[in-house]
């Protein structure tokens, strides 16, 4: 039976690697008790926001059998998403380029930011496509197995599971840490009713003293304790915050993020180890590499669904990039 379990294992390990994950871990599926009373202290302190639905199907986020009957084992997954490019904002001159002065420094510069997840394709639909491959490949290999992959999209704690997956820990700003691989990657989540050899979970904590994220927020979204205010970051309020204006006390602290915000990792120490994406899928939209604050002022509605019809950009719809387009002008 071991020599079984471990084959499966060792096999799945294979797969995914095939599949273009750089990391995978399992844990035994089993009820998150502690997940479970940090969850609802964050939310009875109302740190969720107008993000509701977070309330929703707690039950269902804390035990994984209530997703998946019989489910025995949760593998997590971790896709780099670092792109290899960065806007013309973040990445400064060239090597080499002359030097310009600020009247004639390219408009570029100083354009609208779009968090470097939301650089290529969505990657809920990239994901979901290599989580069903995965299924397959197991029951055509295996044999009959249930189980169900989730990213991002399903009351599922994937970070805890990471932990318990011996794939990093929880850093000071929320974002799962790999030592290996800093904070850039997307955390997917397949549970199966197959019994698999677990990894060690991971126990060290190596944020140590530093508070660079914390320091660095600009709308001090980041608290003592590994708590990090929803309500305050720009991520929620330039994505999550729906159909409503962002509140004016918030007016001169976005540093030009139009959708999300990357302050909190680019500040990290351990990103230094981030390297690029081989996701053929992650590769830059070239309008989100390109387009100076005067382009993204003149995009129509019809232009937005045709370069974003594939982008999490769609998120927000065209109306939210409008309004988060108002919020940050001078």
Partial sequence: MYLLKNNHTNLIKQWTRDLGFEHC?????????????????????????????????????????????????????LLNYFPGEVALREAG????????????????????????????KDYHEVIRDKLKKLLVQIREQIGEVNGRGFVDSAPVLERSWAVRSGLGWVGKNGNLLNKQAGSFFFIATLIVDLELEVDTPF?????????????????????????????????????????????????????DWLFGCDTCQDVCPWNRFSKPTRETAFAPIPAILNFSTADWEELTEEGFREIFRHSALKRTKYAGIQRNLRFIAP
Avoid: H
């Fill in 25 to 77: 871990g399992i844990a035994r599926a089993e009820v998150l008790d502690d997940d479970a009373r940090r969850l609802e202290s964050w939310l009875n302190k109302g740190m969720n926001g107008s993000m509701a639905y977070m309330e929703n199907y707690f039950d269902i986020r804390i035990d994984p059998s209530r997703l998946v009957p019989g489910a025995k084992s949760v593998i997590t997954l």
């Fill in 93 to 120: 001159p060239k090597e080499g380029a002359p030097r310009v002065t600020s009247r004639e420094a390219d408009p570029r510069e100083t354009a609208p930011r779009v968090a470097k997840y939301a650089y290529g």
């Fill in 203 to 255: 126990a060290g904590d190596y944020c140590g003293t530093c508070r660079k994220c914390i320091d660095a927020c600009p709308t001090e979204a980041i608290l003592d304790n590994k708590v990090v205010d929803g309500s305050k970051c720009i991520s929620y309020f330039t994505i999550e915050l729906k159909d409503q204006l962002i509140p004016e006390a918030m007016k001169g602290k976005f540093q």
